[in-house]
């Protein structure tokens, strides 16, 4: 994220002018010929670059074929390491990553790149054809493993959700074009929702995602959601602070950092991330103490530091138990 002089934080309870997240970024590394960060708005742009033969066309193709794909991508073909193409390149606006070409970087593996995604605001999606060839990675809230044959399928899952609005939808029963849906028991979707994937199957007639889950068991649409409300407030602060030639340290000035958090939940509270309250009205609370309430100490360094705020996660259902009876 670019420099900023407001900090953001969120604890997640296990109880009850915007900035966009970003688009898909396609990479590859060890390249012998270098094709630097472009952005696209078109398949016809990625063939400018890349070759239809090549497995970046062939994943940038998966994406723009979807429902709703996102207004532009990202790629990049670098004589470096995939990892080292990522770091040199993670403060441009791309967010959810895909790399091909994994097999013949053999100094970079999906572990030590979820590894390095974790510490960012970026999201990591990649993929298996099987559960056994599932990556070793666990516990990784910004990796996603899509389970399901074909070259580069987690693409199609991208390309149907990278240009929705955060919270206003799940990762599971997303309808993919341009996949095969996989062959699987319950017994062999549960193994790998065990093991910290996700996979592609037939319900109702639809060929759709089996789960919405990262690798550390977290719904994806919750770590979306957390990303959207911090780069929000963060990104909106900023943009009052640039805007007046001071902000006071008074009520005054307070009110007006306060009244962007108000602003940023009330829209997360728009795009479905935020509950209703038993009366109707949005489950979330705002709190930020006056100047009389600051130290001395703080007024003194020009430090706000008593923002608060708190909010009930929408959620979403995922499954539902409908009871009944009949009657003889």
């Not at 799940?170 to 062959?183: C, E, F, R, V």
């Not at 705002?286 to 703080?298: I, K, L, M, N």
């Amino acid at each position: 994220m670019p420099k900023s002089d407001v900090k953001v934080v969120i604890k997640l309870s296990s109880a009850p002018g915007e900035a966009g997240l970003g688009f898909p970024l396609i990479l590859t590394g060890k390249q012998s010929t270098a094709v630097d960060y472009t952005e696209c708005s078109s398949l016809d742009d990625v063939e400018k670059l890349f070759k239809s033969d090549t497995a970046v066309y062939k994943a940038a193709n998966l994406i723009f074929m979807q429902s709703t794909p996102p207004e532009k991508i990202a790629v990049c073909g670098s004589t470096d390491t995939a990892l080292d193409a990522i770091k040199a390149i993670k403060d441009k606006d791309w967010r959810q990553l895909i790399v091909v070409g994994l097999d013949s970087d053999t100094e970079t593996t999906a572990a030590n790149i979820a590894t390095y995604i974790e510490t960012t605001d970026k999201m990591y999606f990649t993929s298996a054809s099987s559960k056994d060839g599932m990556p070793e990675i666990t516990g990784m809230d910004r990796t996603i493993i899509f389970v399901c044959g074909g070259d580069s399928p987690e693409a199609a899952l991208v390309g149907a959700t990278a240009s929705k609005a955060a919270g206003s939808f799940t990762y599971k029963n997303q309808i993919l074009k341009g996949l095969t849906p996989m062959n699987l028991t319950d017994a062999e979707i549960d193994a790998i929702h065990t093991a910290g994937g996700i996979t592609f199957v037939t319900k109702a007639g639809d060929n759709v995602t089996s789960e919405g889950k990262a690798t550390s068991g977290e719904y994806i649409d919750i770590i979306d959601s957390k990303d959207y409300i911090i780069k929000n407030i963060t990104y909106r602060t900023q943009k009052v602070l640039n805007a007046a030639d001071k902000v006071p340290y008074d009520n005054t000035g307070i009110a007006q950092l306060e009244n962007v958090c108000v602003d940023v939940l009330q829209d997360a509270y728009n795009n479905g991330m935020i509950a209703v309250d038993d009366d109707g009205a949005p489950d979330y609370s705002v709190d930020y103490a006056p100047r009389s309430e600051t130290s001395a100490g703080d007024r003194a360094e020009r430090n706000y530091k008593l923002g608060k705020f708190s909010f009930a996660l929408a959620g979403a259902i995922h499954t539902a138990t409908i009871n009944g009876e009949i009657e003889v």
